[in-house]
């Protein structure tokens, strides 16, 4: 892959005259019949429609086992469409988008599956003149990913020796654990190139995530305090009000540690400490991120338990409501061991970070809902107001909040008027609703629109998924072995395990409250 062939990104061309919409092609979704389709991948594809941006020859083929026959498909497809996105929905649109779908209801392994699989692609080509470009979607249990595309290898479906091109987005979990991560990135290279693999991190599809690049490198003032001399540490959160849903099988063989951090924490840390980039290309940002990974230094198993936290929520409330104990939930184990929190302290060890901690935490069923990044900045060199009888003053915070508020805070000190030196904390607040106004995303039209256009930029390489496994290597070996410390409980609806607040006073300091 060249620099100069790659597309970089948008944001350029969209200044200049707006997005255009992507190429012709066919989005091929195998387990379509599943909740991401029904709750994400559609309403992204009807907000693509509705902003001109998708092809104007474009069809889905769907491949998946249903007790539905296909027009009982396409009629729930379309009524929950409707609901989800509410009363203004276009129905038209949602109907022509529907009306799109060539179903194959059948088995992985079905010949008969298989032959009517490349007669509706065929057909499409024929009818939507979709020119033979497929964007195969894995929105399959894992296990499958890799049969599925050996197959599809096998079908000769991800040829691109004939004028067109054929693509992939592979979902998370990408691999268990370090070493299975390693073993499906051999495996699938064997059958397709890494150039056409779009392994899919759908926090990058969130604008707030994106925006952290944005403010990073479109200002100038940022970046010279952006660094070890004036910066303290930084503190990524997740937490979520949810608890395990319908998931207890899954969530209950992953844990907290597997389904949030070597993903989506570590994205969110490789977004806040990576170098600036020397373009918006896929693979000058890339680089810089696995930079960022290979810097982390790896957790000694022997300190795992003075620098990791576990915990698993009891029963709980959250408002009026009393919610039931992580090991009440359905469809898991009653004496489960699985985390569903964890914080832990990492280092970025390079010229920029060296001796600035990143802690990180993520939880189900805490308090509040709140992905946020807060940068601490390092506490002014005297304590010039010590004496004018108000509190300390507090350092300096830059918060990017990710999700749900969409905003960054600026904190500082200030003088409270009066004839007195008092000093008290306020904040200068960019909200993205109040300047943008809301409009309903799911995070994916982004990610859907730049695979369609084949710009990588936003998806995960095989050694970024590679790297943020290494990180969490040493902490699943440390449990495994039983040298990882305790699991620790949390009340559902508080901010987690006392435990995690030791983790920072340990270190004089505090987290931020959920
Ligand atoms: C998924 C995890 O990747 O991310 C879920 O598997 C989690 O357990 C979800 O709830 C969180 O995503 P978001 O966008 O709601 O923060």
Redesign the pocket.
Known sequence: MTLTAEPVRRARRKAAHGPEPAGPCVLAIFGITGDLTRRLLLPALYNLERHKLLPSHFAIAGFALSDMNEAQLRESFEEELKQHLGGDADKTLIHSLVSRIGFVLADFESEAGWRQFHQILSGFDRDFHTGGNYLFYMATAPQFFLPLMKRVAAEGLLNESEGHWRRVIIE??FGHDLASARALNRELLTVIGEGQIYRID??LG?ETVQNILVFRFANGIFEPIWNRRYIDHVQIT?A?V?GVER?GPY?DQTGALR??IP??LVQLLALTAMEPPASFSATALQNEQVKVLESVPPINPEECSSCVVRAQYTRGSLGEVVVAGYREEPLVDRDSETETYVALKTMVDNWRWAGVPFYLRTG?RLRRRN?EIAIQFRNPPLALFRRSGSSLPQPNRLVIGI?PQENMRLEFECKVPGPLIETTEVDMHFDYGEYFGIETRT?YETLLYDAMIGDASLFKRADMIEGGWAIIQPILNAWESGRGGDLYEYSAGTDGPNAADELMWHDHRRWRPV
């Open positions: 998370k979990p759908h926090y969130k997740v979520e949810v998931r969530y389904d949030m993903n989506h189900k992905t999700q995070g």
